[in-house]
């Protein structure tokens, strides 16, 4: 199932600001949601296209002229998105949400290949709905998923050294 989201109107300040996690595009980040910039009131939901996701679905950006189009994530908290955003819910049972993630992940260039328009080319939900996905045997979707993720985690340990040292160089410098 592919949909998006909405975003209530603006010149109503108490549509924003309650305990309903909002996700933008510029929040997804080839990573899992787990908190928002900006949160909607009920009434703000109500007022809107906007509906709440659950916990494990997939976000496709569609719009975004830098490197936001066609960056994906996954939800770690239930959440509303804006009209950006492409969320994936309700998976095949011949497909493991991860695997499709991942799967997306690696195709960043050509899902922005596929948008269309002239000022701004963006992306649509019929677009991300029709995309190709290989759809291996689970058992290899779950091997790919354990890769993906020790080299993820993998990447993070690396990251975080690198911050470290750099922090170490820096107060080295500072002394």
Request: glycine content about 6%; proline content about 6%.
């Amino acid at each position: 199932q592919v949909s998006s989201g909405g975003t209530p109107s603006r010149k109503h300040p108490a549509y924003f600001g309650g305990e309903i996690p909002w996700v933008k595009t510029t929040e997804v980040r080839d990573d899992i949601i787990f908190t928002t910039e900006e949160t909607l009131t009920t009434e703000g939901l109500n007022q809107s296209s906007a509906r709440i996701y659950p916990v494990g679905s997939l976000i496709v950006a569609m719009y975004g002229q830098g490197a936001t189009r066609g960056r994906t994530a996954k939800l770690g908290i239930a959440s509303a998105t804006n009209q950006a955003c492409a969320v994936l819910t309700e998976f095949h049972e011949t497909i493991k949400p991860d695997f499709l993630w991942y799967y997306l992940m690696s195709e960043y260039d050509d899902l922005r290949a596929l948008a269309s328009g002239n000022n701004q080319p963006n992306l649509n939900a019929a677009m991300i709905a029709n995309y190709p996905v290989p759809i291996p045997p689970i058992s290899v979707q779950r091997e790919i998923i354990q890769l993906m993720q020790s080299g993820r985690a993998a990447a993070a340990r690396l990251k975080d050294h690198a911050a470290q040292i750099r922090k170490l160089r820096e107060a080295e410098i500072e002394a």
